[in-house]
């Protein structure tokens, strides 16, 4: 009988440790907003499940990607991306996850309404890193496809370090 017991706590120890997919879809209501997981009423569901193409948010981003270039070790630069709702009901950036605990991002978290315009702010923290770095940025969002990604590169550059400068090209400090 113990033998059984210790089978049956083992199996249900493992049943509620059940790991849920970090990017699962955010639910929407009929009007386009977002609501707690499994709170959607089945006459929302179903019309979720009718909203046409074309009735969907839509991101549009003045770049995905963005080059730092060179930058000493140590140093914390930003960078906005800059997006446009295109589409035709209110857009949510839920979640933004970069891709390293070395970016941190900020984002509008409001809705934002057709023709309005939202950011995405991330901060690079160069300690500890060295030489080329491309880091990605995921975005979870309502529009069709559900999410985005965005990139950015550096070149960190460690003490002694040097990089040659193309003839003709101010030598100044170059900041970010």
Known sequence: ??????????VLALA???????FAPQQVDANNMVVAQGQLSMQDESMKKKLKPEEYPIIKFTETEFDFGNIK??????????????????????????????????????????????????????KGKSGPQSKSIALLTN?????????FKANILT??????????????????
């Not at 113990?2 to 083992?10: E, M």
């Not at 509620?16 to 970090?22: I, V």
């Not at 589409?87 to 934002?112: H, I, Q, Y």
Request: aromatic share 8%; charged share 30%; proline share 4%.
């Open 16 to 22: 509620s440790c059940k790991n849920k997919d970090e």
């Open 73 to 126: 070790q140590g140093d914390k630069v930003e960078h906005i991306f800059k997006f446009t709702n295109t589409g035709k009901n209110d857009l949510f950036v839920m979640e933004v996850r970069p891709s390293c605990g070395c970016t941190a991002p900020e984002w509008t978290k409001t809705a934002v309404k057709k023709g309005e315009s939202g950011e995405i702010k991330i901060i690079f923290d160069s």
């Open 159 to 176: 003490d002694g370090a040097t990089v040659p400068m193309p003839a003709g090209e101010n030598h100044g400090d170059h900041k970010h």
């Open 143 to 151: 529009t069709e496809n559900g999410h985005e990604v965005l990139a």
């Open 1 to 10: 009988m113990k033998k059984y017991s210790i089978a049956f706590i083992a």
